[in-house]
């Protein structure tokens, strides 16, 4: 185990939106953060794309694609230098938490051997069997983030990816499993419908901008039943999988390019309001993290929406592309050291567990001595 000192932990991402991989070093001792260092990206081409997609739902993943992800994550670390410990998100086909549990695609053991690293990785199963919902786990990472960054009253972190989530934290509170520390759910589809959308209607892979959705009309018959959906009557913490929502593209299938990317778009921001409802109080600022805050119509529809300031992340100098990243990094850290990275308030688990598993490179002959 860890003694107390911080590290460098390298965190790697590959996310809803099937994008790529974001990896990112963190200097930690998995309590504070001490710094932030190099990231990196390594895209999916759009054939490694198509193959994600088609195996997502799968339990269990193809031969071929786990080589692919396994080779695509060492690709986007190879060039990261200077870090002891890796923290492997994988990639997430199925999440059933209260059914089939939850997947995440790639190996541990591969990379460990690769890169010749400790690697934590499967971090959401144990939390699910404990009863959690296994999601969000970025939310110790956030109540680290708030005192990084010198909040000194609550503040929300939303992450914007394929799907949206929350984590309300209360930085007066240095512990994050202190009851009253920290709030966190998936707050409903982000990114994903409109993506879909474009996909579909435009051979796009993003409404880039919001520009699209920025000349239409919200269908609000489509919005409110939307906001029927029997999620957003579930008390908080709640998680959902990518594919929850699909039938929210139906509704928007009669509209027009322009009015369904407006009408999914503003779904996103509903959703967002309808989660602040859970939040113990108002927080002082919500910070947007994720892509989503690259979509200009969407940050106005939240700023509209919101009954508190909306500011992207970076206006606290973190960076809101690694911030996922980042994240698996300090929780990689914080599993070596023992200590929990999930707890009632932020997966609804039982009681506090810490999640991964860490697989070790076999000894190199080079670091074998001899007595
Ligand atoms: N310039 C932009 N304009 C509009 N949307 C953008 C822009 N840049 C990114 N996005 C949106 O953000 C998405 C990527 O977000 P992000 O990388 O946070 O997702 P992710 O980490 O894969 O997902 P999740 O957090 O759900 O796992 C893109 O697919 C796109 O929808
Ligand atoms: C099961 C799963 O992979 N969930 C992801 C997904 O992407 C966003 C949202 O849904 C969040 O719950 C989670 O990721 C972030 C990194 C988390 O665990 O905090």
Redesign the pocket.
């Known amino acids: 185990m860890l003694g107390n000192d911080a590290i460098w932990a390298c965190g790697t991402?590959?996310?809803?939106?099937?994008?790529?991989v974001?990896a990112a070093l963190v200097l930690t001792n998995g309590e504070e953060i001490s710094g932030f260092g190099e990231v990196a990206f390594r895209a999916y081409s759009a054939d490694e794309r198509e193959m994600l997609r088609a195996e997502l739902g799968a339990w269990e993943a193809s031969e071929a694609l786990c080589e692919m992800l396994e080779t695509a994550h060492v690709q986007a670390i190879h060039g990261l230098t200077g870090y002891e410990l890796i923290g492997f998100h994988g990639q997430?086909l199925a999440h059933e938490p209260h059914g089939r549990g939850t997947y995440q695609a790639g190996d541990g053991a591969v990379l460990a051997e690769v890169l010749n690293r400790p690697v934590v990785w499967d971090f959401r199963t144990s939390d699910v069997k404990l009863g959690g919902e296994g999601a969000p786990l970025a939310p110790f990472f956030h109540h680290a983030c708030a005192r990084y960054i010198g909040a000194q009253e609550p503040v929300a972190f939303l992450?914007?990816?394929?799907?949206?989530?929350i984590t309300w934290v209360d930085p007066r509170l240095r512990n994050p499993a202190a009851p009253g520390a920290l709030l966190a759910f998936d707050t409903g589809p982000?990114?994903?419908p409109?993506?879909d959308l474009m996909r579909q209607r435009r051979a796009q892979?993003?409404?880039?901008?919001?520009r699209l959705a920025a000349s239409g009309r919200v269908a609000e018959g489509v919005l409110e039943a939307f906001l029927e959906h029997p999620y957003f009557y579930r008390m908080p913490p709640k998680s959902l999988d990518?594919n929850d929502f699909t039938s929210l593209l139906d509704g928007v299938a009669d509209l027009s390019d322009v009015d369904a990317a407006a009408t999914l778009t503003a779904a996103c921001a509903a959703s967002v309001a309808r989660g602040m409802d859970h939040c113990p109080v108002a927080p002082a600022t919500v910070f947007v993290?994720?892509?989503?805050r690259?979509?200009?119509t969407?940050m106005a529809m939240l700023a509209a929406g919101l009954d508190c300031p909306v500011r992207p992340v970076e206006d606290v100098d973190l960076d809101?592309?690694m911030l996922?990243a980042q994240a698996f990094a300090y929780l990689a850290v914080r599993v070596a050291r023992g200590l929990p990275t999930s707890c009632p308030a932020t997966t609804g688990v039982r009681a506090c567990v810490g999640g991964g598993r860490i697989a070790r490179p076999t000894p190199r002959s080079a670091d074998v001595h001899l007595a």
């Not at 991402?13 to 790529?20: K, P, R, W």
């Open positions: 991402m590959s996310g809803t939106s099937l994008d790529g974001d997430t992450n914007l990816g394929g799907v949206g989530n982000a990114n994903a409109v993506n892979t993003q409404d880039d901008g919001g990518r993290t994720g892509g989503g690259h979509n200009a969407l809101g592309d996922e």
